[in-house]
């Protein structure tokens, strides 16, 4: 399985908008965040942000088998109409795996593309199988209280990758909310790890990152004008507690 970081920035992205890289003594662009995934027999994309099609056209990608989405957050849907143009000229295939909470966002925010993808709901826990890939849904906390986010397990015969790249617990006590651990790669949010103050309101708990004990942790959806920290100190803050720091497009082999 290869999989490709399409984007490693937050919601605004780095630069943000009206800013320049140079502002927060960023190395290069962080687009919003995105995966996509590769194996023998498949072509999965994780999230549609708003510059997917930049990574994909990177890595030569010409078709999808299916899409799949943590969340409804704009900057993890935000390049959904342009993924429906591809779907309608039958370029990508149509299968669209969200939540149910996720189907009524889009539907309300978008109803001028609901006859456009083949919408499957997921249920936290029960895994998808699309050809040699084995997608399990695992229930996150992010943001609202109520708001349904997920993670994604993603497995191969002999390779498993963990995507939660917007979250801030994990949920095990919920219908396959424990399933997180021991992955061969993680691509999980850097918030806990570079800057934990902005999570002090929640309750006390484990570190998440250290928590799913990956073989190896790429941190992503971060943003250097936020953190007013420049690249190369947040990669070595990242380095020190055994972490790397991911950029766009990078491509890892698990
Ligand atoms: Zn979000």
Redesign the pocket.
Known sequence: MQCTLLGTGDVTGVPAPFRALDDAGAAARRRRPGLLVETDEATVLFDVPPEFREGVRDRGVRSLDATFVT?W?H??VGGVDDLSLSARADVVADDLYRTPTAGEHFHREKPYLADRFDEHDLAHGEPVTVADVTVTPIPVS??RPAFDALAFRVETDDATLLYAP?FETWCPDMPGGDDYRNADLAILEATSVVAPHMLDDLAPREDPVADAAAHRTVLVHLNEHLLARDTATVAADVADQGYELGTDFETYVV
Do not use: G, T, V
């Open positions: 969340h957050h900057d993890h992010h943001d917007d």
